[in-house]
């Protein structure tokens, strides 16, 4: 079966979200504490009859693009026109996860509905571009030919946003110039969206954005302990909700569990938050329901290219091996992509072996223990025993960088309960062991 080993290898794409409707995707929702996007989200969109702007959170490769993708089909068939665009991304993005500012964001906005709102009249973000376009000129190094910018200003959008984020050197120089000018750079949207609106297709009446993504912002924290996640979702959040159309943004979760949150609520009203699939329970036991889940995610990988394969014969010399991946991956989905990617890298054919699968887990776990600074190894330890977090640099910083994980359940009195835990890789190391054996309470 080399060939069959080959098209799965092939067909494991950890990094690329589902689109709606694809065969692969299995429904998680009920191991991730009932979560679901469209009765979080979807529905506040189309039943408000004012305009909305929403967050969502989680893990980085937890699954939140393909559930927005999910989430952008149910508007559009529900009478919106969703501007979708993944603000970091590897080859279209706007935006540098290492150096970013609010207006960066909008910026991006621009470019999107531009690019998508080709109806509309653009003379207002026209206007706006040219009073700024010899400066931007002298800056850029590009000749903006001033009299024709209204031919191609969504290019020149996209030229700026690119600079912004591959040019350090230039990147400062733009801001100086495009910041100051944020609140008529809104305006100017405003004017633009408010036209659009009148030019949407037939059964299309309310207008959406979704910038996905920006929970890759890396926290960057001044000397006065506030974080660039502070600046950017609350001290600008007027401009973040300044446009007259629903807007949705993804933010990191450390956010979300920083002493700023009740402040994060107050302005965008509860975040919606996609947790970890529940492969154990909060006393350290296999959840068989959860395990399942993660099961029919490899599954759906292998069956279009080896139908009737066994998982604990076929592809893994054993079910316990199979159960070993699982909860390794802690229930992160790209966690368990990349596990069994590496895995199957190990052998020549299948099945997977115990040998092969623990090869893979080791080098995961190597660079999980990388990430970790001496003095959180004691962090993750009181995690482990307490099930819970602490609302401080530390906790957030481990849970951004997904050495502590998320989980969510209702209880037999439908109260939700959230907990959380150490990775499961860095269980193993001699570093977090010597931190339990001297953890006292």
């Known amino acids: 079966m080399a060939d069959a080993l080959t098209q799965i290898y092939n067909a494991i794409n950890p990094f690329e979200p589902l689109e709606p409707d694809n065969p692969l995707y299995v429904d998680c929702n009920a191991e991730r504490g009932d979560t679901d996007i469209i009765l ?3 529905r506040e969109i189309v039943r408000s009859d004012r305009f909305t702007c929403q967050l969502f959170a989680g893990h980085r490769g937890a699954g939140k693009s393909t559930e927005l993708l999910r989430l952008r089909k149910y508007l559009e068939e529900n009478g919106c026109f969703v501007v979708y665009f993944a603000a970091v991304g590897e080859e279209d993005g706007d935006i540098d996860p290492q150096d970013v500012e609010y207006g960066d964001i909008l910026l991006a906005c621009a ?7 080709t109806e509309a009249d653009p003379q207002p973000l026209v206007n706006w571009f040219r009073d700024r376009a010899i400066a931007l000129q002298e800056v850029m190094q590009t000749e903006i030919k001033v009299d024709s910018v209204d031919v191609g200003i969504a290019k020149w959008f996209a030229q700026v946003t690119a600079t912004i984020r591959a040019v350090p050197t230039q990147r400062r120089k733009i801001r100086e110039l495009v910041y100051p000018h944020t609140v008529t750079l809104v305006n100017a949207l405003n004017e633009f969206i408010a036209d659009a609106q009148h030019k949407l297709p037939s059964g299309q009446s309310k207008l959406v954005v979704i910038a996905d993504n920006l929970d890759r912002i890396v926290p960057i ?4 302990g506030r974080s660039n996640h502070d600046e950017i979702y609350l001290d600008r959040s007027e401009q973040l909700r ?3 159309c629903h807007l949705i943004y993804t933010v990191p979760i450390s956010l979300v569990y920083s002493s700023r949150a009740n402040d994060l609520k107050d302005r965008y009203g509860n975040p919606e ?5 529940m492969v154990q329970t909060p006393d ?3 959840h068989a329901p959860g395990i399942n889940k993660m099961r029919q995610v490899i599954l759906k990988r292998v069956e279009p290219y080896w139908s009737n394969a066994s998982l604990d014969a076929d592809i893994f010399e054993s079910a316990d091996l199979v159960e070993m991946l699982c909860l390794a991956s802690g229930g992160h989905v790209r966690e368990l992509m990349l596990l069994l990617k590496e895995a199957i890298n190990q052998v020549s054919a299948f099945p997977i072996t115990a040998k092969a699968l623990r090869r893979a887990i080791a080098e995961t776990r190597d660079t999980y223990r990388r990430t970790v600074n001496k003095d959180q190894w004691a962090v993750l330890a009181k995690v482990a025993h307490v099930r819970n977090i602490d609302n401080d640099e530390p906790h957030r910083d ?3 960088r997904r050495c502590i994980l998320e989980y969510r359940y209702y209880d037999d009195n439908d109260a939700l309960q959230c907990w959380y835990d150490v990775h499961p890789l860095l269980k193993s190391t001699a570093e977090f062991k010597a931190a339990n054996d001297a953890y006292k309470p």
């Open 40 to 42: 979080g989200l979807g």
């Open 242 to 244: 300044g446009l007259d």
């Open 398 to 400: 481990l849970l951004f």
């Open 111 to 117: 470019r999107h509905l531009l690019e998508k709102l």
């Open 284 to 286: 350290g036991q296999s």
């Open 273 to 277: 938050l996609l947790p970890m699939i």
């Open 221 to 224: 924290v001044d000397d006065q």
